[in-house]
């Protein structure tokens, strides 16, 4: 296998040549980084639309994207420099080289939360309609993003040689660490490539799914906030299955419990208990 390819052989499919990069007059710019901005784009696009049609004002949605952006992009670095910390800990300034990577899309989403409540709390206006009218572009935007870790040889799962399996070049794996000893024990005799599972696109197909639920459930609502629900427990459980097979976890500190699946799963919880108390308290009030 040559440097920068990258294959799925049991279904037929070959990528050659495959860069983490392009240059602009001289500048350059990385995939992951272009993938991201697509991604946050798209889910603008789409909130907007989905603002036209429930007769929102669309520019508040623009307003609201440019300090969700922000403080996402800080929340998202947090999250990951706490469960890394070991790796920062000796160079601090090392944190702030968003450029070598390291974002962590949990903390990316309680930031976007945070801030939706404060912005909305200081425009006066329904934070839970905004989250619903919101989150489909959100979750695109997350389906989008995913494939810039395909194009930076990441977020793989451990050996896999099934239907999606998945083949990197050795050399073009962006951090040897997630090479597990399950994945370097089944490669074969004088390759240099490993089998993985795909876990970006787990993600990301799972995302589009919950996308297209997001988009057809909207005009059967109950409750404004219950998209946002929605949005919580659809992730969570795709997130918690996942996590389990990827190589790249974060763990809670002094464990090897990963930090992203404790997440998901209070997240999946809360969101199915809260949306059937709420459709309780709805039903009490009819028969009131």
């Known amino acids: 296998m040559n440097a920068g390819d990258i294959a799925f052989p049991n279904l037929g499919i070959y990528f050659h040549d495959v860069p983490t990069s392009f240059s602009v007059f001289g500048f350059k710019i990385a995939f992951y980084g272009l993938l991201i901005g697509i991604g946050v784009m798209a889910g603008l696009l789409t909130a907007v639309q989905v603002a036209k049609k429930t007769n929102q004002n669309p520019d508040d949605y623009w307003d609201f994207a440019i300090w969700a952006v922000i403080f996402s992009v800080i929340g998202a670095r947090v999250y990951y420099v706490i469960f890394s910390w070991d790796d920062y800990k000796n160079d601090l300034l090392s944190i702030f080289k968003l450029r070598s990577g390291g974002l962590a899309i949990y903390g990316g989403v309680i930031a976007a939360f945070i801030?939706?409540?404060?912005?909305?709390?200081?425009?006066?206006?329904?934070?839970?309609?905004?989250?619903?009218?919101?989150?489909?572009?959100?979750?695109?935007?997350?389906?989008?993003?995913?494939?810039?870790?395909?194009?930076?040889?990441?977020?793989?799962?451990?050996?896999?040689?099934?239907?999606?399996?998945?083949?990197?070049?050795?050399?073009?794996?962006?951090?040897?660490?997630?090479?597990?000893?399950k994945i370097a024990a089944n490669i074969?005799?004088?390759?240099?490539?490993?089998?993985?599972?795909p876990t970006f696109l787990y993600?990301?197909?799972?995302?589009?799914?919950?996308?297209?639920?997001?988009?057809?459930?909207?005009?059967?609502?109950?409750?404004?906030?219950?998209?946002?629900?929605?949005?919580?427990?659809?992730?969570?459980?795709g997130r918690f299955l996942i996590e389990g097979i990827r190589t790249?976890?974060?763990f809670i500190p002094k464990t090897t419990v990963p930090v992203s699946?404790?997440?998901?799963?209070?997240?999946?919880?809360?969101?199915?208990?809260?949306?059937?108390?709420?459709?309780?308290?709805?039903?009490?009030?009819?028969?009131?």
Request: charged share 20%; hydrophobic share 45%.
């Open 115 to 181: 801030t939706l409540f404060v912005w909305c709390r200081i425009k006066k206006k329904n934070p839970l309609l905004i989250g619903d009218t919101a989150m489909p572009g959100l979750i695109l935007g997350q389906a989008i993003g995913r494939w810039g870790n395909f194009m930076n040889r990441e977020v793989f799962g451990d050996y896999y040689n099934g239907l999606f399996s998945m083949q990197l070049p050795i050399a073009d794996v962006r951090d040897h660490s997630d090479i597990t000893e």
């Open 188 to 197: 074969p005799e004088g390759a240099n490539y490993i089998n993985v599972h």
């Open 203 to 237: 993600e990301s197909v799972w995302n589009l799914l919950i996308f297209t639920l997001l988009l057809v459930y909207r005009k059967h609502k109950k409750f404004d906030g219950e998209l946002c629900l929605l949005y919580l427990g659809g992730y969570g459980v």
């Open 248 to 250: 790249d976890t974060l």
């Open 261 to 288: 699946q404790v997440l998901a799963l209070v997240l999946v919880v809360f969101a199915v208990v809260t949306d059937v108390v709420v459709r309780i308290r709805l039903k009490n009030k009819q028969v009131s």
